[in-house]
């Protein structure tokens, strides 16, 4: 198993790493947002861009980026366009898509890019590899806000990602019961133990997922995300509640 080092954080090692989303609308709430980062405990930071107001405006995100970047301070900074296909706010196609991620990576802010596996074969490919130009780690992602996959179909996203160079493979689901959960957990399980050279990350989403976010490490989740102040996705639970249960349960393990 290969880990991923960003910074001075190393993914797939230790405890689950911690990232906490930026979701501001405008640079000031941007910049507020990582301000009130400073002292806390955080892994990695994430932008989700597609929450800025203007976010298909590529000059001004670049602008934003380097603002971003500087605010952040050495902490790893995952950049994240999320689309309204996967839960996000911004809807274009992937070209548009395409170009504003290499716009991104070209202003050197990311240390770690989400790419969504959605995308056209030939946009990955292309950010694939510029982020390869700019040394940023790819994180390839599959979002499901409506339901649960089986675990064969899980897994089956988790192999394709790893088999198209992702450097972390990502799968978050909206479970409806206790269940699905039970089904997110045991396809990290599988993926982990059975195929992954490379670190994941599993989640389920809403209160009833809560669990996976804080004991995923346990099934092979290499990361979870938490919240100071406005959460991007739901169910994400406060930075202070998140780092003690994952304190507690890599403490237990040692």
Not at 40 to 50: A, H, L, S, T
Not at 56 to 80: E, H, K, N, Q, Y
């Amino acid at each position: 198993m290969r880990h991923v080092t960003v910074k001075d954080v190393v993914l797939g090692q230790g405890r689950p790493k911690v990232i906490v989303p930026l979701t501001g609308a405008t640079e000031e709430e941007l910049l507020a947002q990582a301000r009130a980062l400073a002292e806390q405990p955080v892994d990695v930071v994430e932008w989700r861009v597609d929450l800025l107001d203007g976010a298909a405006d590529t000059a001004a995100v670049a602008r934003a980026a380097g603002s971003v970047r500087a605010a952040v301070g050495g902490r790893p900074l995952l950049v994240s366009v999320r689309t309204a296909g996967q839960g996000g706010r911004l809807a274009v196609d992937d070209g548009a898509y395409g170009d504003l991620l290499q716009v991104l990576l070209a202003t050197g802010a990311a240390d770690l890019v989400d790419v969504e596996a959605e995308r056209d074969a030939a946009v990955r490919r292309l950010l694939l590899a510029a982020a390869r130009d700019a040394g940023a780690a790819v994180v390839m992602s599959h979002h499901d806000f409506r339901a649960t996959l089986a675990e064969d179909e899980i897994v089956g996203r988790l192999r394709d990602m790893q088999d198209q160079g992702a450097d972390v493979t990502k799968v978050a689901v909206m479970p409806h019961g206790p269940g699905d959960v039970l089904t997110l957990l045991q396809a990290a399980w599988t993926m982990r133990s059975r195929y992954a050279d490379r670190p994941l990350i599993a989640i389920a989403m809403d209160r009833v997922g809560l669990v996976s976010r804080l004991a995923g490490g346990v099934f092979g989740s290499a990361a979870t995300f938490a919240t100071v102040g406005v959460a991007s996705a739901p169910g994400q639970a406060p930075l202070a509640e998140v780092r003690a249960v994952l304190e507690l349960l890599h403490g237990l393990g040692d």
